[in-house]
């Protein structure tokens, strides 16, 4: 009888193409959340922490992170999307819109742009197009994710094969630069390190060096506080091993805050291109990151220029190793992401 | 002589009737307490989680959550009531006045309503009523809790035994229903659940589903930044087991955010009837809960309900098990809370 | 090619006499840093944890923790200055200039006032006086560090020795009292204890009694929040040990926040003496504190004393135990710390 008023998530064939999911739980962030970002991960892009140096590029104030940002927006899917997801698949398409201030509410919408049962008839992947939106329902940003759910009723009849045709990289010209950003006036000292834009080669790799040991405390902290409620995050009696599973997106702030050293300059994260949870992350582990320069472009904003980076979060292993030769990422691989930052020329 | 300037905490004997004591540390509470509380917390309330949910209902923010408030309170009333205290024995007739909101200092004063020597002369009851109150000297909340404290000296004389006569339940029509809460335009989409006062009959019992596994850290956070001083709860080398006991309210914050799944609806906590900390808590225990509905009542405020609930959390064990055949709770319970909420009708 | 990109750190050698350095990444701080600091210690002094409080003693609002800001602007030190330091040798003429308050932005820049490389050619000593400046370019803090730093290029040739003449104790006279403070009308009941500036002797010794046993994700969260990246902090395989070196910061924090009880209205931190890190402080210690009253001065602020106190940060062993007859610090001395606080008269 309780169980009828628990959330027991959606099933493959629960979806329907084109559906609207308004999502649950709207947020409103604070200084809160920026402070606990940066308790939480080793963060330091000075556009982030500071208002004086936002305000000294152009913008209002200093934004909430980017990736907390999508985190927030990410969380909200979780109970519709991917309660009963067997592997999150992939990414893309991502952009980020307008930044977030304090006192900003989020929240969440997914459009289901894609349905394929798989071919045992037990499982199919979902695509669905986020959107995070504020209070005045500007998007601030959105992106495509696609799972692999469970079906419950494995009678229930497969849907008709839709696969979006997806961007496997957004061009430079689609990204939003936002308005007013300016660094013709950026402090080299104050962000940390002398690299511009211009100092980057496309192909270069960048060992980041610097590694943190991973806390149960910390990934439930951050999972909680972006309200994500995947049990396998927190409940160490969930799954046979008795470990709990970090988010995937704990690791991939981990790793962009770990990759400050290098990359002090990459200030604004503004496309997501794809992204890989190439294997699972635990407490105990310690991860280092490393990343590669994919590409650049110029930008209509004064001084900004963007990089086009890869950025892998491995727990060991060398640096700039990723698959083996079998085509697969090696055990020691968490994370290949693959993002556009905006940079000082 | 150090020792004559820490605080040895009361004994029994330093009790009067009627007397009013006045806690010390005030606090101002921030969006960095809401922020904290959402990690700490797998909270989701959308009322206390979105400035403009709560706006839509009628308030003029997203308060801190009331158990928030409630720990607040208490925290402070830890050094002069239970730093000598052999158990925490109950809560009654606890009533939310004022919803507290960022910006709002809290302050607490505690009066002695009751007094009763224990037989053994070793130890003896306190009733005290707590009050918190805000900056403007409104009372935002008041309950009654009864502790068991040591006597320092046994020679002193037992006080007149005074109980004080406790409401075992608030009628509904004197609970507070906050200024200008309004559940008419409620969104039930945003919410997380469709379930309105309606849809819950009195008898059901619903299984939150969700655990935590509880690490040390949280629980330290949390108690710290409610301002409880209780020794116990950090200080590995205090008890002869080397356990940290956790803050009972840690769990009761825990619980009543386990019971989002089912009761997501249960907006606002404006009265505490009672309460037992069945069995105490140790990290590495996987919290879970299941509630009960024990009554409902109408309110004047439109389109919002009163509903009474029990929420037991529990470290294993079935769901809906409580107590054993000999009255006593079961093991695996950890709390057993008896509250009013306000849900959209 | 990629560590090019990386901060190597400074090295003896990269050291010259009067070089101005301006630190990175400046902070904004917020409600979030506050109710973050009250999370990770149990900091209870009135002043910082009540607006009310506060504005009752002449200030605008409750400051950040005098020790928050020192954190703050020592931990954008520590990649230019510490990060191939040896050992951290010790700390003088530390002094508080203005209260930090929610929407300050700190920076940090040092001036390297003293040089000396030691006999074997492999490192030296050196000494920076670094001052923390608010976004109106106000100096809200300055205090001299100095640390032994490796060299990288052992031909480097040696610098002229030049050792900074510094002050044993600040005089009292030279403290900077904040504007606008006044004690005449101070709520000793509201602050948590009776005891004011002349109730304490010069000579008096105070067991602080409390502990707290430290947790990983604990010290590792405070010291990301003031952006400190030195590696042995977080990367457990970075030691041959295998262990997490904690941050002394996160020991003074702790030491202090533990001193409440017994010196509860020893408020405001004005001065720091000279501190040492006597061993290494690792999680799963029980941390204890202790104080001695070492001086006492009258100031010119209305009703608001001054006392020097030592504060000793211990692991264990008997209370007012320091050194060996050997004059070294005990095994279980973690900190010995020699500041100024402000008190009621």
């Known amino acids: 009888m309780g169980a009828a008023k628990t959330n027991p998530g959606r099933f493959f064939e629960d979806y329907r193409l084109g559906e609207m999911i308004r999502h649950a739980v709207p947020r409103t962030v604070s200084g809160g959340e920026r402070a606990l970002y940066h308790a939480l991960y080793p963060a330091r892009h000075a556009l982030y922490s500071s208002d004086e140096f936002a305000r000294a590029s152009g913008l209002p104030a200093a934004p ?31 952009r980020w819109h307008l930044p977030v201030y304090p006192g900003d509410t989020l929240r969440s919408e997914s459009e289901v742009i894609g349905l394929k049962q798989n071919s045992n008839g037990k499982s199919g992947v979902v695509y669905v197009r986020t959107r995070g939106l504020n209070q005045r329902d500007d998007v601030v940003m959105d992106y495509v994710r696609w799972v692999m759910v469970r079906k419950n009723d494995l009678d229930a009849p497969a849907p008709e094969t839709v696969i979006p045709e997806l961007q496997k990289v957004i061009p430079a010209e689609d990204l939003v630069i936002p308005e007013g950003l300016d660094f013709t006036r950026y402090d080299f000292d104050l962000a940390g390190e002398a690299h511009r834009w211009g100092d980057y080669a496309v192909g270069e790799t960048i060992d980041h060096v610097d590694g943190v040991t991973i806390e149960e405390a910390e990934h439930m ?20 091993d008795g470990q709990r599973l970090i988010y995937g997106g704990h690791v991939i702030s981990l790793a962009r805050a770990l990759s400050f050293n290098g990359l002090a300059n990459a200030q604004m994260i503004v496309g997501l291109n794809g992204g890989a949870h190439a294997n699972p992350c635990y407490a105990g582990l310690t991860v280092k990151a490393w990343s590669e320069v994919l590409d ?32 697969r990422y090696l055990p020691h691989v968490l994370l290949d992401l693959d993002y556009w930052a905006l940079m000082p020329m």
Chains 1, 2, 3 share one sequence.
């Open 64 to 94: 909430i992170d980017d990736l907390a940002a999508f985190h927030v927006v990410f969380g909200k899917t979780v109970p519709d999307i991917s309660l009963n997801a067997v592997a999150n698949l992939g990414y893309a398409e991502g």
């Open 221 to 240: 902290l951050a999972t909680r506080l972006w309200q994500n409620t995947a049990k396998v995050h927190f409940d160490a009696t969930f799954r046979p």
């Open 296 to 327: 650049k472009a110029e930008t209509a904003a004064p001084g900004v220029g963007a990089i086009r980076l890869r950025l892998v979060a491995t727990s060991g292993g060398e640096a700039f190793t990723l698959k083996g030769e079998d085509g």
